[in-house]
């Protein structure tokens, strides 16, 4: 199960992802926010971010303006690695590298097609596990 989650800033991307979603045949699971009008980021990162340590949903997408806040808050989650892109090849990376189960977006940052593109890229990724596997387990502090 995929969650889903933004801030007005991302809310058309996450909308487009979920029919994009769809048409790959992936389930998932839509935390807010429910429209344009202006909301806080942190409220709908944490939401999702739980569900997700909770084991209802397994990795996430996340959009805001740029990406970046939504996925600071998410990165306060124990277990979450949510990597903000900005160009497809991050994505890929973020899954090979780093074993990213969120991927965080900005709608104000990158066109649709972009976006699609790394959508699907880091959907289809694998971990490649080995010397990343060490550098992983360091990430979390406490
Ligand atoms: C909202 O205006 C904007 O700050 C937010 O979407 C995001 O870009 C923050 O990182």
Redo the contacts with the bound molecule.
Sequence with gaps: MIALAS????YRYKERTKVLLDTLGLAWKDFGTDSEE?VD?PDFSHAASEAMQHGECDRGIFF???????S?AANRHRGIRAAACQIPEAARLSRLHNDANVLAL?E?LIDWDTAEQMIRMWLETPFEGGRHEQRIAKIEIE
């Design positions: 801030d007005h800033g991302g202006s980021y805001c303006g740029t990406g970046i806040g939504i600071l900005g104000r």
